[in-house]
């Protein structure tokens, strides 16, 4: 029902900024919560952040509470994950999901888009 295409990714010194961008098909984009999520190379998946419908209820990692930002502007169809103080260790494929409410486990998440990259640089 719903097509989620990422961007923004590319490659950042650390410490820099970067800001991901989750694009979402149709008008079903408000029935959704969605997740952020990475993953590294030989690495399992990541969550990263979360918001709910109306963004109004948001969830982030440990990793991710003081330097990231997870916003959704619902007239755009778009969510964005703004990202700062950028680590080596952030390096990974970033992926955007949509599922029935905030959570922090793969398996709540129905709907994946094909993720974008994001290289961080010592």
């Known amino acids: 029902q719903v097509q989620l295409v990422e961007s923004g990714g590319g490659l950042v010194q650390a410490g820099g900024s970067l800001r991901l961008s989750c694009a979402a098909s149709?008008?079903?984009?408000?029935?959704?919560?969605v997740g952020w999520f990475r993953q590294a190379p030989g690495k399992e998946r990541e969550f990263v952040a979360a918001?709910?419908?109306?963004?109004?209820?948001?969830g982030y990692s440990d990793s991710a509470k003081t330097r990231f930002t997870i916003s959704r502007d619902n007239a755009k169809n778009t969510v964005y994950l703004q990202m700062n103080s950028l680590k080596p260790e952030d390096t990974a494929v970033y992926f955007c999901?949509?599922?029935?409410?905030?959570?922090?486990?793969?398996?709540?998440?129905?709907?994946w888009g094909q993720g974008t990259q994001v290289t961080v640089s010592s």
């Open positions: 149709g008008r079903t984009f408000t029935r959704y919560a």
């Open positions: 918001i709910s419908r109306s963004g109004g209820n948001t």
């Open positions: 999901a949509t599922g029935e409410l905030v959570a922090g486990n793969v398996e709540a998440y129905d709907y």
